[in-house]
């Protein structure tokens, strides 16, 4: 079955303690980039890559980092969270750009007390 | 700069009511790609719906329906006689065709759809 598996699901941390949210399609797409969901603005793209090695930002990058060191793999990384990266966090595959849809993860709400 | 709009955050109907979710987005490609998310409750995003800059025909697919109106840059989206199982957030997006801008899609705010009983 072809999918976006993100983990967790669910995480609640303190302000400061590192975090990494997984992320691994399975559809041998090239796309890939990492959204937050926030209440009235939608989803917001974090960062995207277009290739193993390849990663830029979005329109919301600060305090996130992602790598790109396998084609299906693509982490995003918090290293020092805060309280206003609550959110609920989705990753995202295309196998091309312009008119191919996104397919996203199940979604991780992340919570940082 | 990419920018859609769904002004309608929260519709309620009856359910077997018809409702209309409007979307309204700004871009200065000439070429781009509009889609329909549906957000059910369980959190996950489904695809409804791809249409490209250069198809204005409407589409139905059952209950659904959308109307893309290159005049006035909207792509409405209708659901007819809803079911309670239509309750959900649905999302409007925008993509452009160039490659590397195109990776991203830019979403409106949403509109919460509440069918009741």
């Known amino acids: 079955e072809a999918q976006v598996t993100q983990n967790p699901r669910y995480l609640i941390t303190v302000t400061g303690k590192k975090l990494t949210v997984t992320c691994s399609q399975n559809?041998?797409?090239?796309?890939m980039s990492w959204y937050r969901q926030d209440p009235g603005l939608g989803l917001r793209q974090i960062y995207y890559?277009?290739?193993?090695?390849?990663?830029d930002k979005g329109d919301v990058p600060e305090g996130y980092k992602v790598s790109r060191k396998e084609k299906r793999n693509f982490p995003l990384i918090l290293e020092s969270p805060s309280p206003n990266q609550t959110s609920l966090y989705f990753c995202?595959?295309?196998?091309?750009?312009?008119?191919?849809?996104?397919?996203f993860g199940q979604g991780t709400r992340l919570t940082v007390v | 700069a990419q920018k859609v709009t769904q002004a309608q955050t929260e519709i309620s109907v009856v359910e077997k009511e018809d409702v209309t979710l409007d979307c309204v987005y700004e871009?200065?490609?000439?070429?781009?790609?509009l889609f329909w998310y549906k957000q059910p409750p369980s959190g996950e995003l489904v695809f409804l719906i791809r249409?490209?800059?250069?198809?204005?025909q409407n589409e139905i697919s059952g209950r659904y329906s959308w109307n893309f109106q290159k005049s006035t840059s909207s792509f409405n989206f209708t659901i007819t006689a809803s079911q309670v199982v239509d309750s959900a957030v649905y999302f409007c997006?925008?993509?452009?065709?160039?490659?590397?801008?195109?990776?991203?899609?830019?979403f409106g705010g949403g509109t919460r759809v509440l069918v009741k009983p």
């Open positions: 890559s277009m290739n193993v090695e390849v990663t």
């Open positions: 249409r490209n800059s250069f198809d204005e």
């Open positions: 871009t200065r490609d000439t070429t781009y790609y």
């Open positions: 997006a925008l993509s452009d065709a160039l490659k590397a801008a195109g990776n991203k899609l830019t």
């Open positions: 995202a595959s295309r196998v091309g750009t312009g008119k191919y849809e996104a397919f």
């Open positions: 559809m041998n797409h090239e796309y």
